[in-house]
């Protein structure tokens, strides 16, 4: 199902549930849905986008994640598609009206406190999530979908010579800054807005540097992240205002190893 979802093709949930329960007598259609529900979160520990239509439920059995991840190191063709869905390039649709576009952040689940367990390796092709990530033509073009949206969000307050001044930073003064596009409130104070875009749903992972954690502490009454997804087929945003790490779980991946 996935590997159709990636290439653009449409398949029946439907039908693929009657399938299974051929095979798995007794077992209910609400069962086989919670599984598949399962499946997307164990996809996405992964580093695969999850299933369309099956919110991940990460309480899963380890027997899964092994069975999982033994299945996609030999399914070629679902490596092949994840591949090419993260690194199409992508351009910014042009949209007049904009008061559909966001909506609510997802609930942090705040995880509960247990005992450190050994770390499971598990052998991955590629994190998706980071090649997406990665791919600077729809990382561009979610930020030149921001600027047009501030500049909207703007002029909806009256403030029009605001909305004229919206500058896109990352552009005109380069990265390191810890935010992409400069903005306003509608009483002129500055918003410094962090734009991250994915073509997955809202619940997708994303990356976060040192330098855009500390301005959201230093600068928490100016600093938005601005999450835009489903972003190639009708793109959505949700705000995150202030300290990220009163919004979302930080989990550390990766260390600057030097010798002084």
Not at 160 to 170: C, F, G, I, K, N
Not at 192 to 210: W, Y
Request: charged content about 25%; aromatic content about 10%; overall charge neutral.
């Amino acid at each position: 199902m996935l590997t159709l979802e990636l290439s653009g093709q449409s398949y029946s949930k439907t039908e693929h549930r009657r399938r299974l329960q051929a095979l798995l007598a007794g077992r209910s259609d609400g069962s086989i849905e919670f599984k598949h529900c399962n499946i997307s979160a164990a996809l996405m520990d992964l580093g695969f986008p999850r299933i369309q239509g099956y919110q991940p439920r990460f309480n899963y059995q380890a027997l899964l994640a092994e069975i999982l991840a033994a299945q996609v190191q030999v399914t070629s063709r679902l490596d092949q598609a994840a591949q090419a869905a993260v690194e199409r390039p992508a351009i910014a649709p042009v949209v007049e009206d904009f008061s559909q576009v966001k909506t609510q952040a997802p609930a942090c689940q705040a995880k509960v406190a247990e005992p450190e367990m050994p770390y499971a390796f598990r052998a991955m092709k590629r994190d998706y999530f980071e090649r997406e990530a990665a791919n600077r033509s729809l990382g561009l073009a979610g930020e030149e979908f921001i600027v047009q949206f501030e500049h909207w969000r703007l002029v909806q307050f009256g403030q029009q010579r605001l909305a004229d001044r919206v500058e896109h930073v990352s552009v005109t003064k380069g990265d390191g800054l810890g935010y992409d596009v400069r903005s306003f409130e509608a009483d002129g104070r500055e918003r410094f807005i962090e734009v991250k875009t994915t073509s997955f749903g809202k619940d997708t992972p994303f990356f976060v540097s040192r330098g855009e954690l500390l301005l959201s502490r230093q600068a928490k009454e100016q600093f938005h992240l601005y999450r835009l997804f489903e972003f190639r087929r009708a793109p959505r945003l949700f705000d995150l205002a202030g300290q990220l790490d009163q919004h979302c779980l930080l989990d550390p991946i990766s260390y600057k190893a030097s010798f002084s």
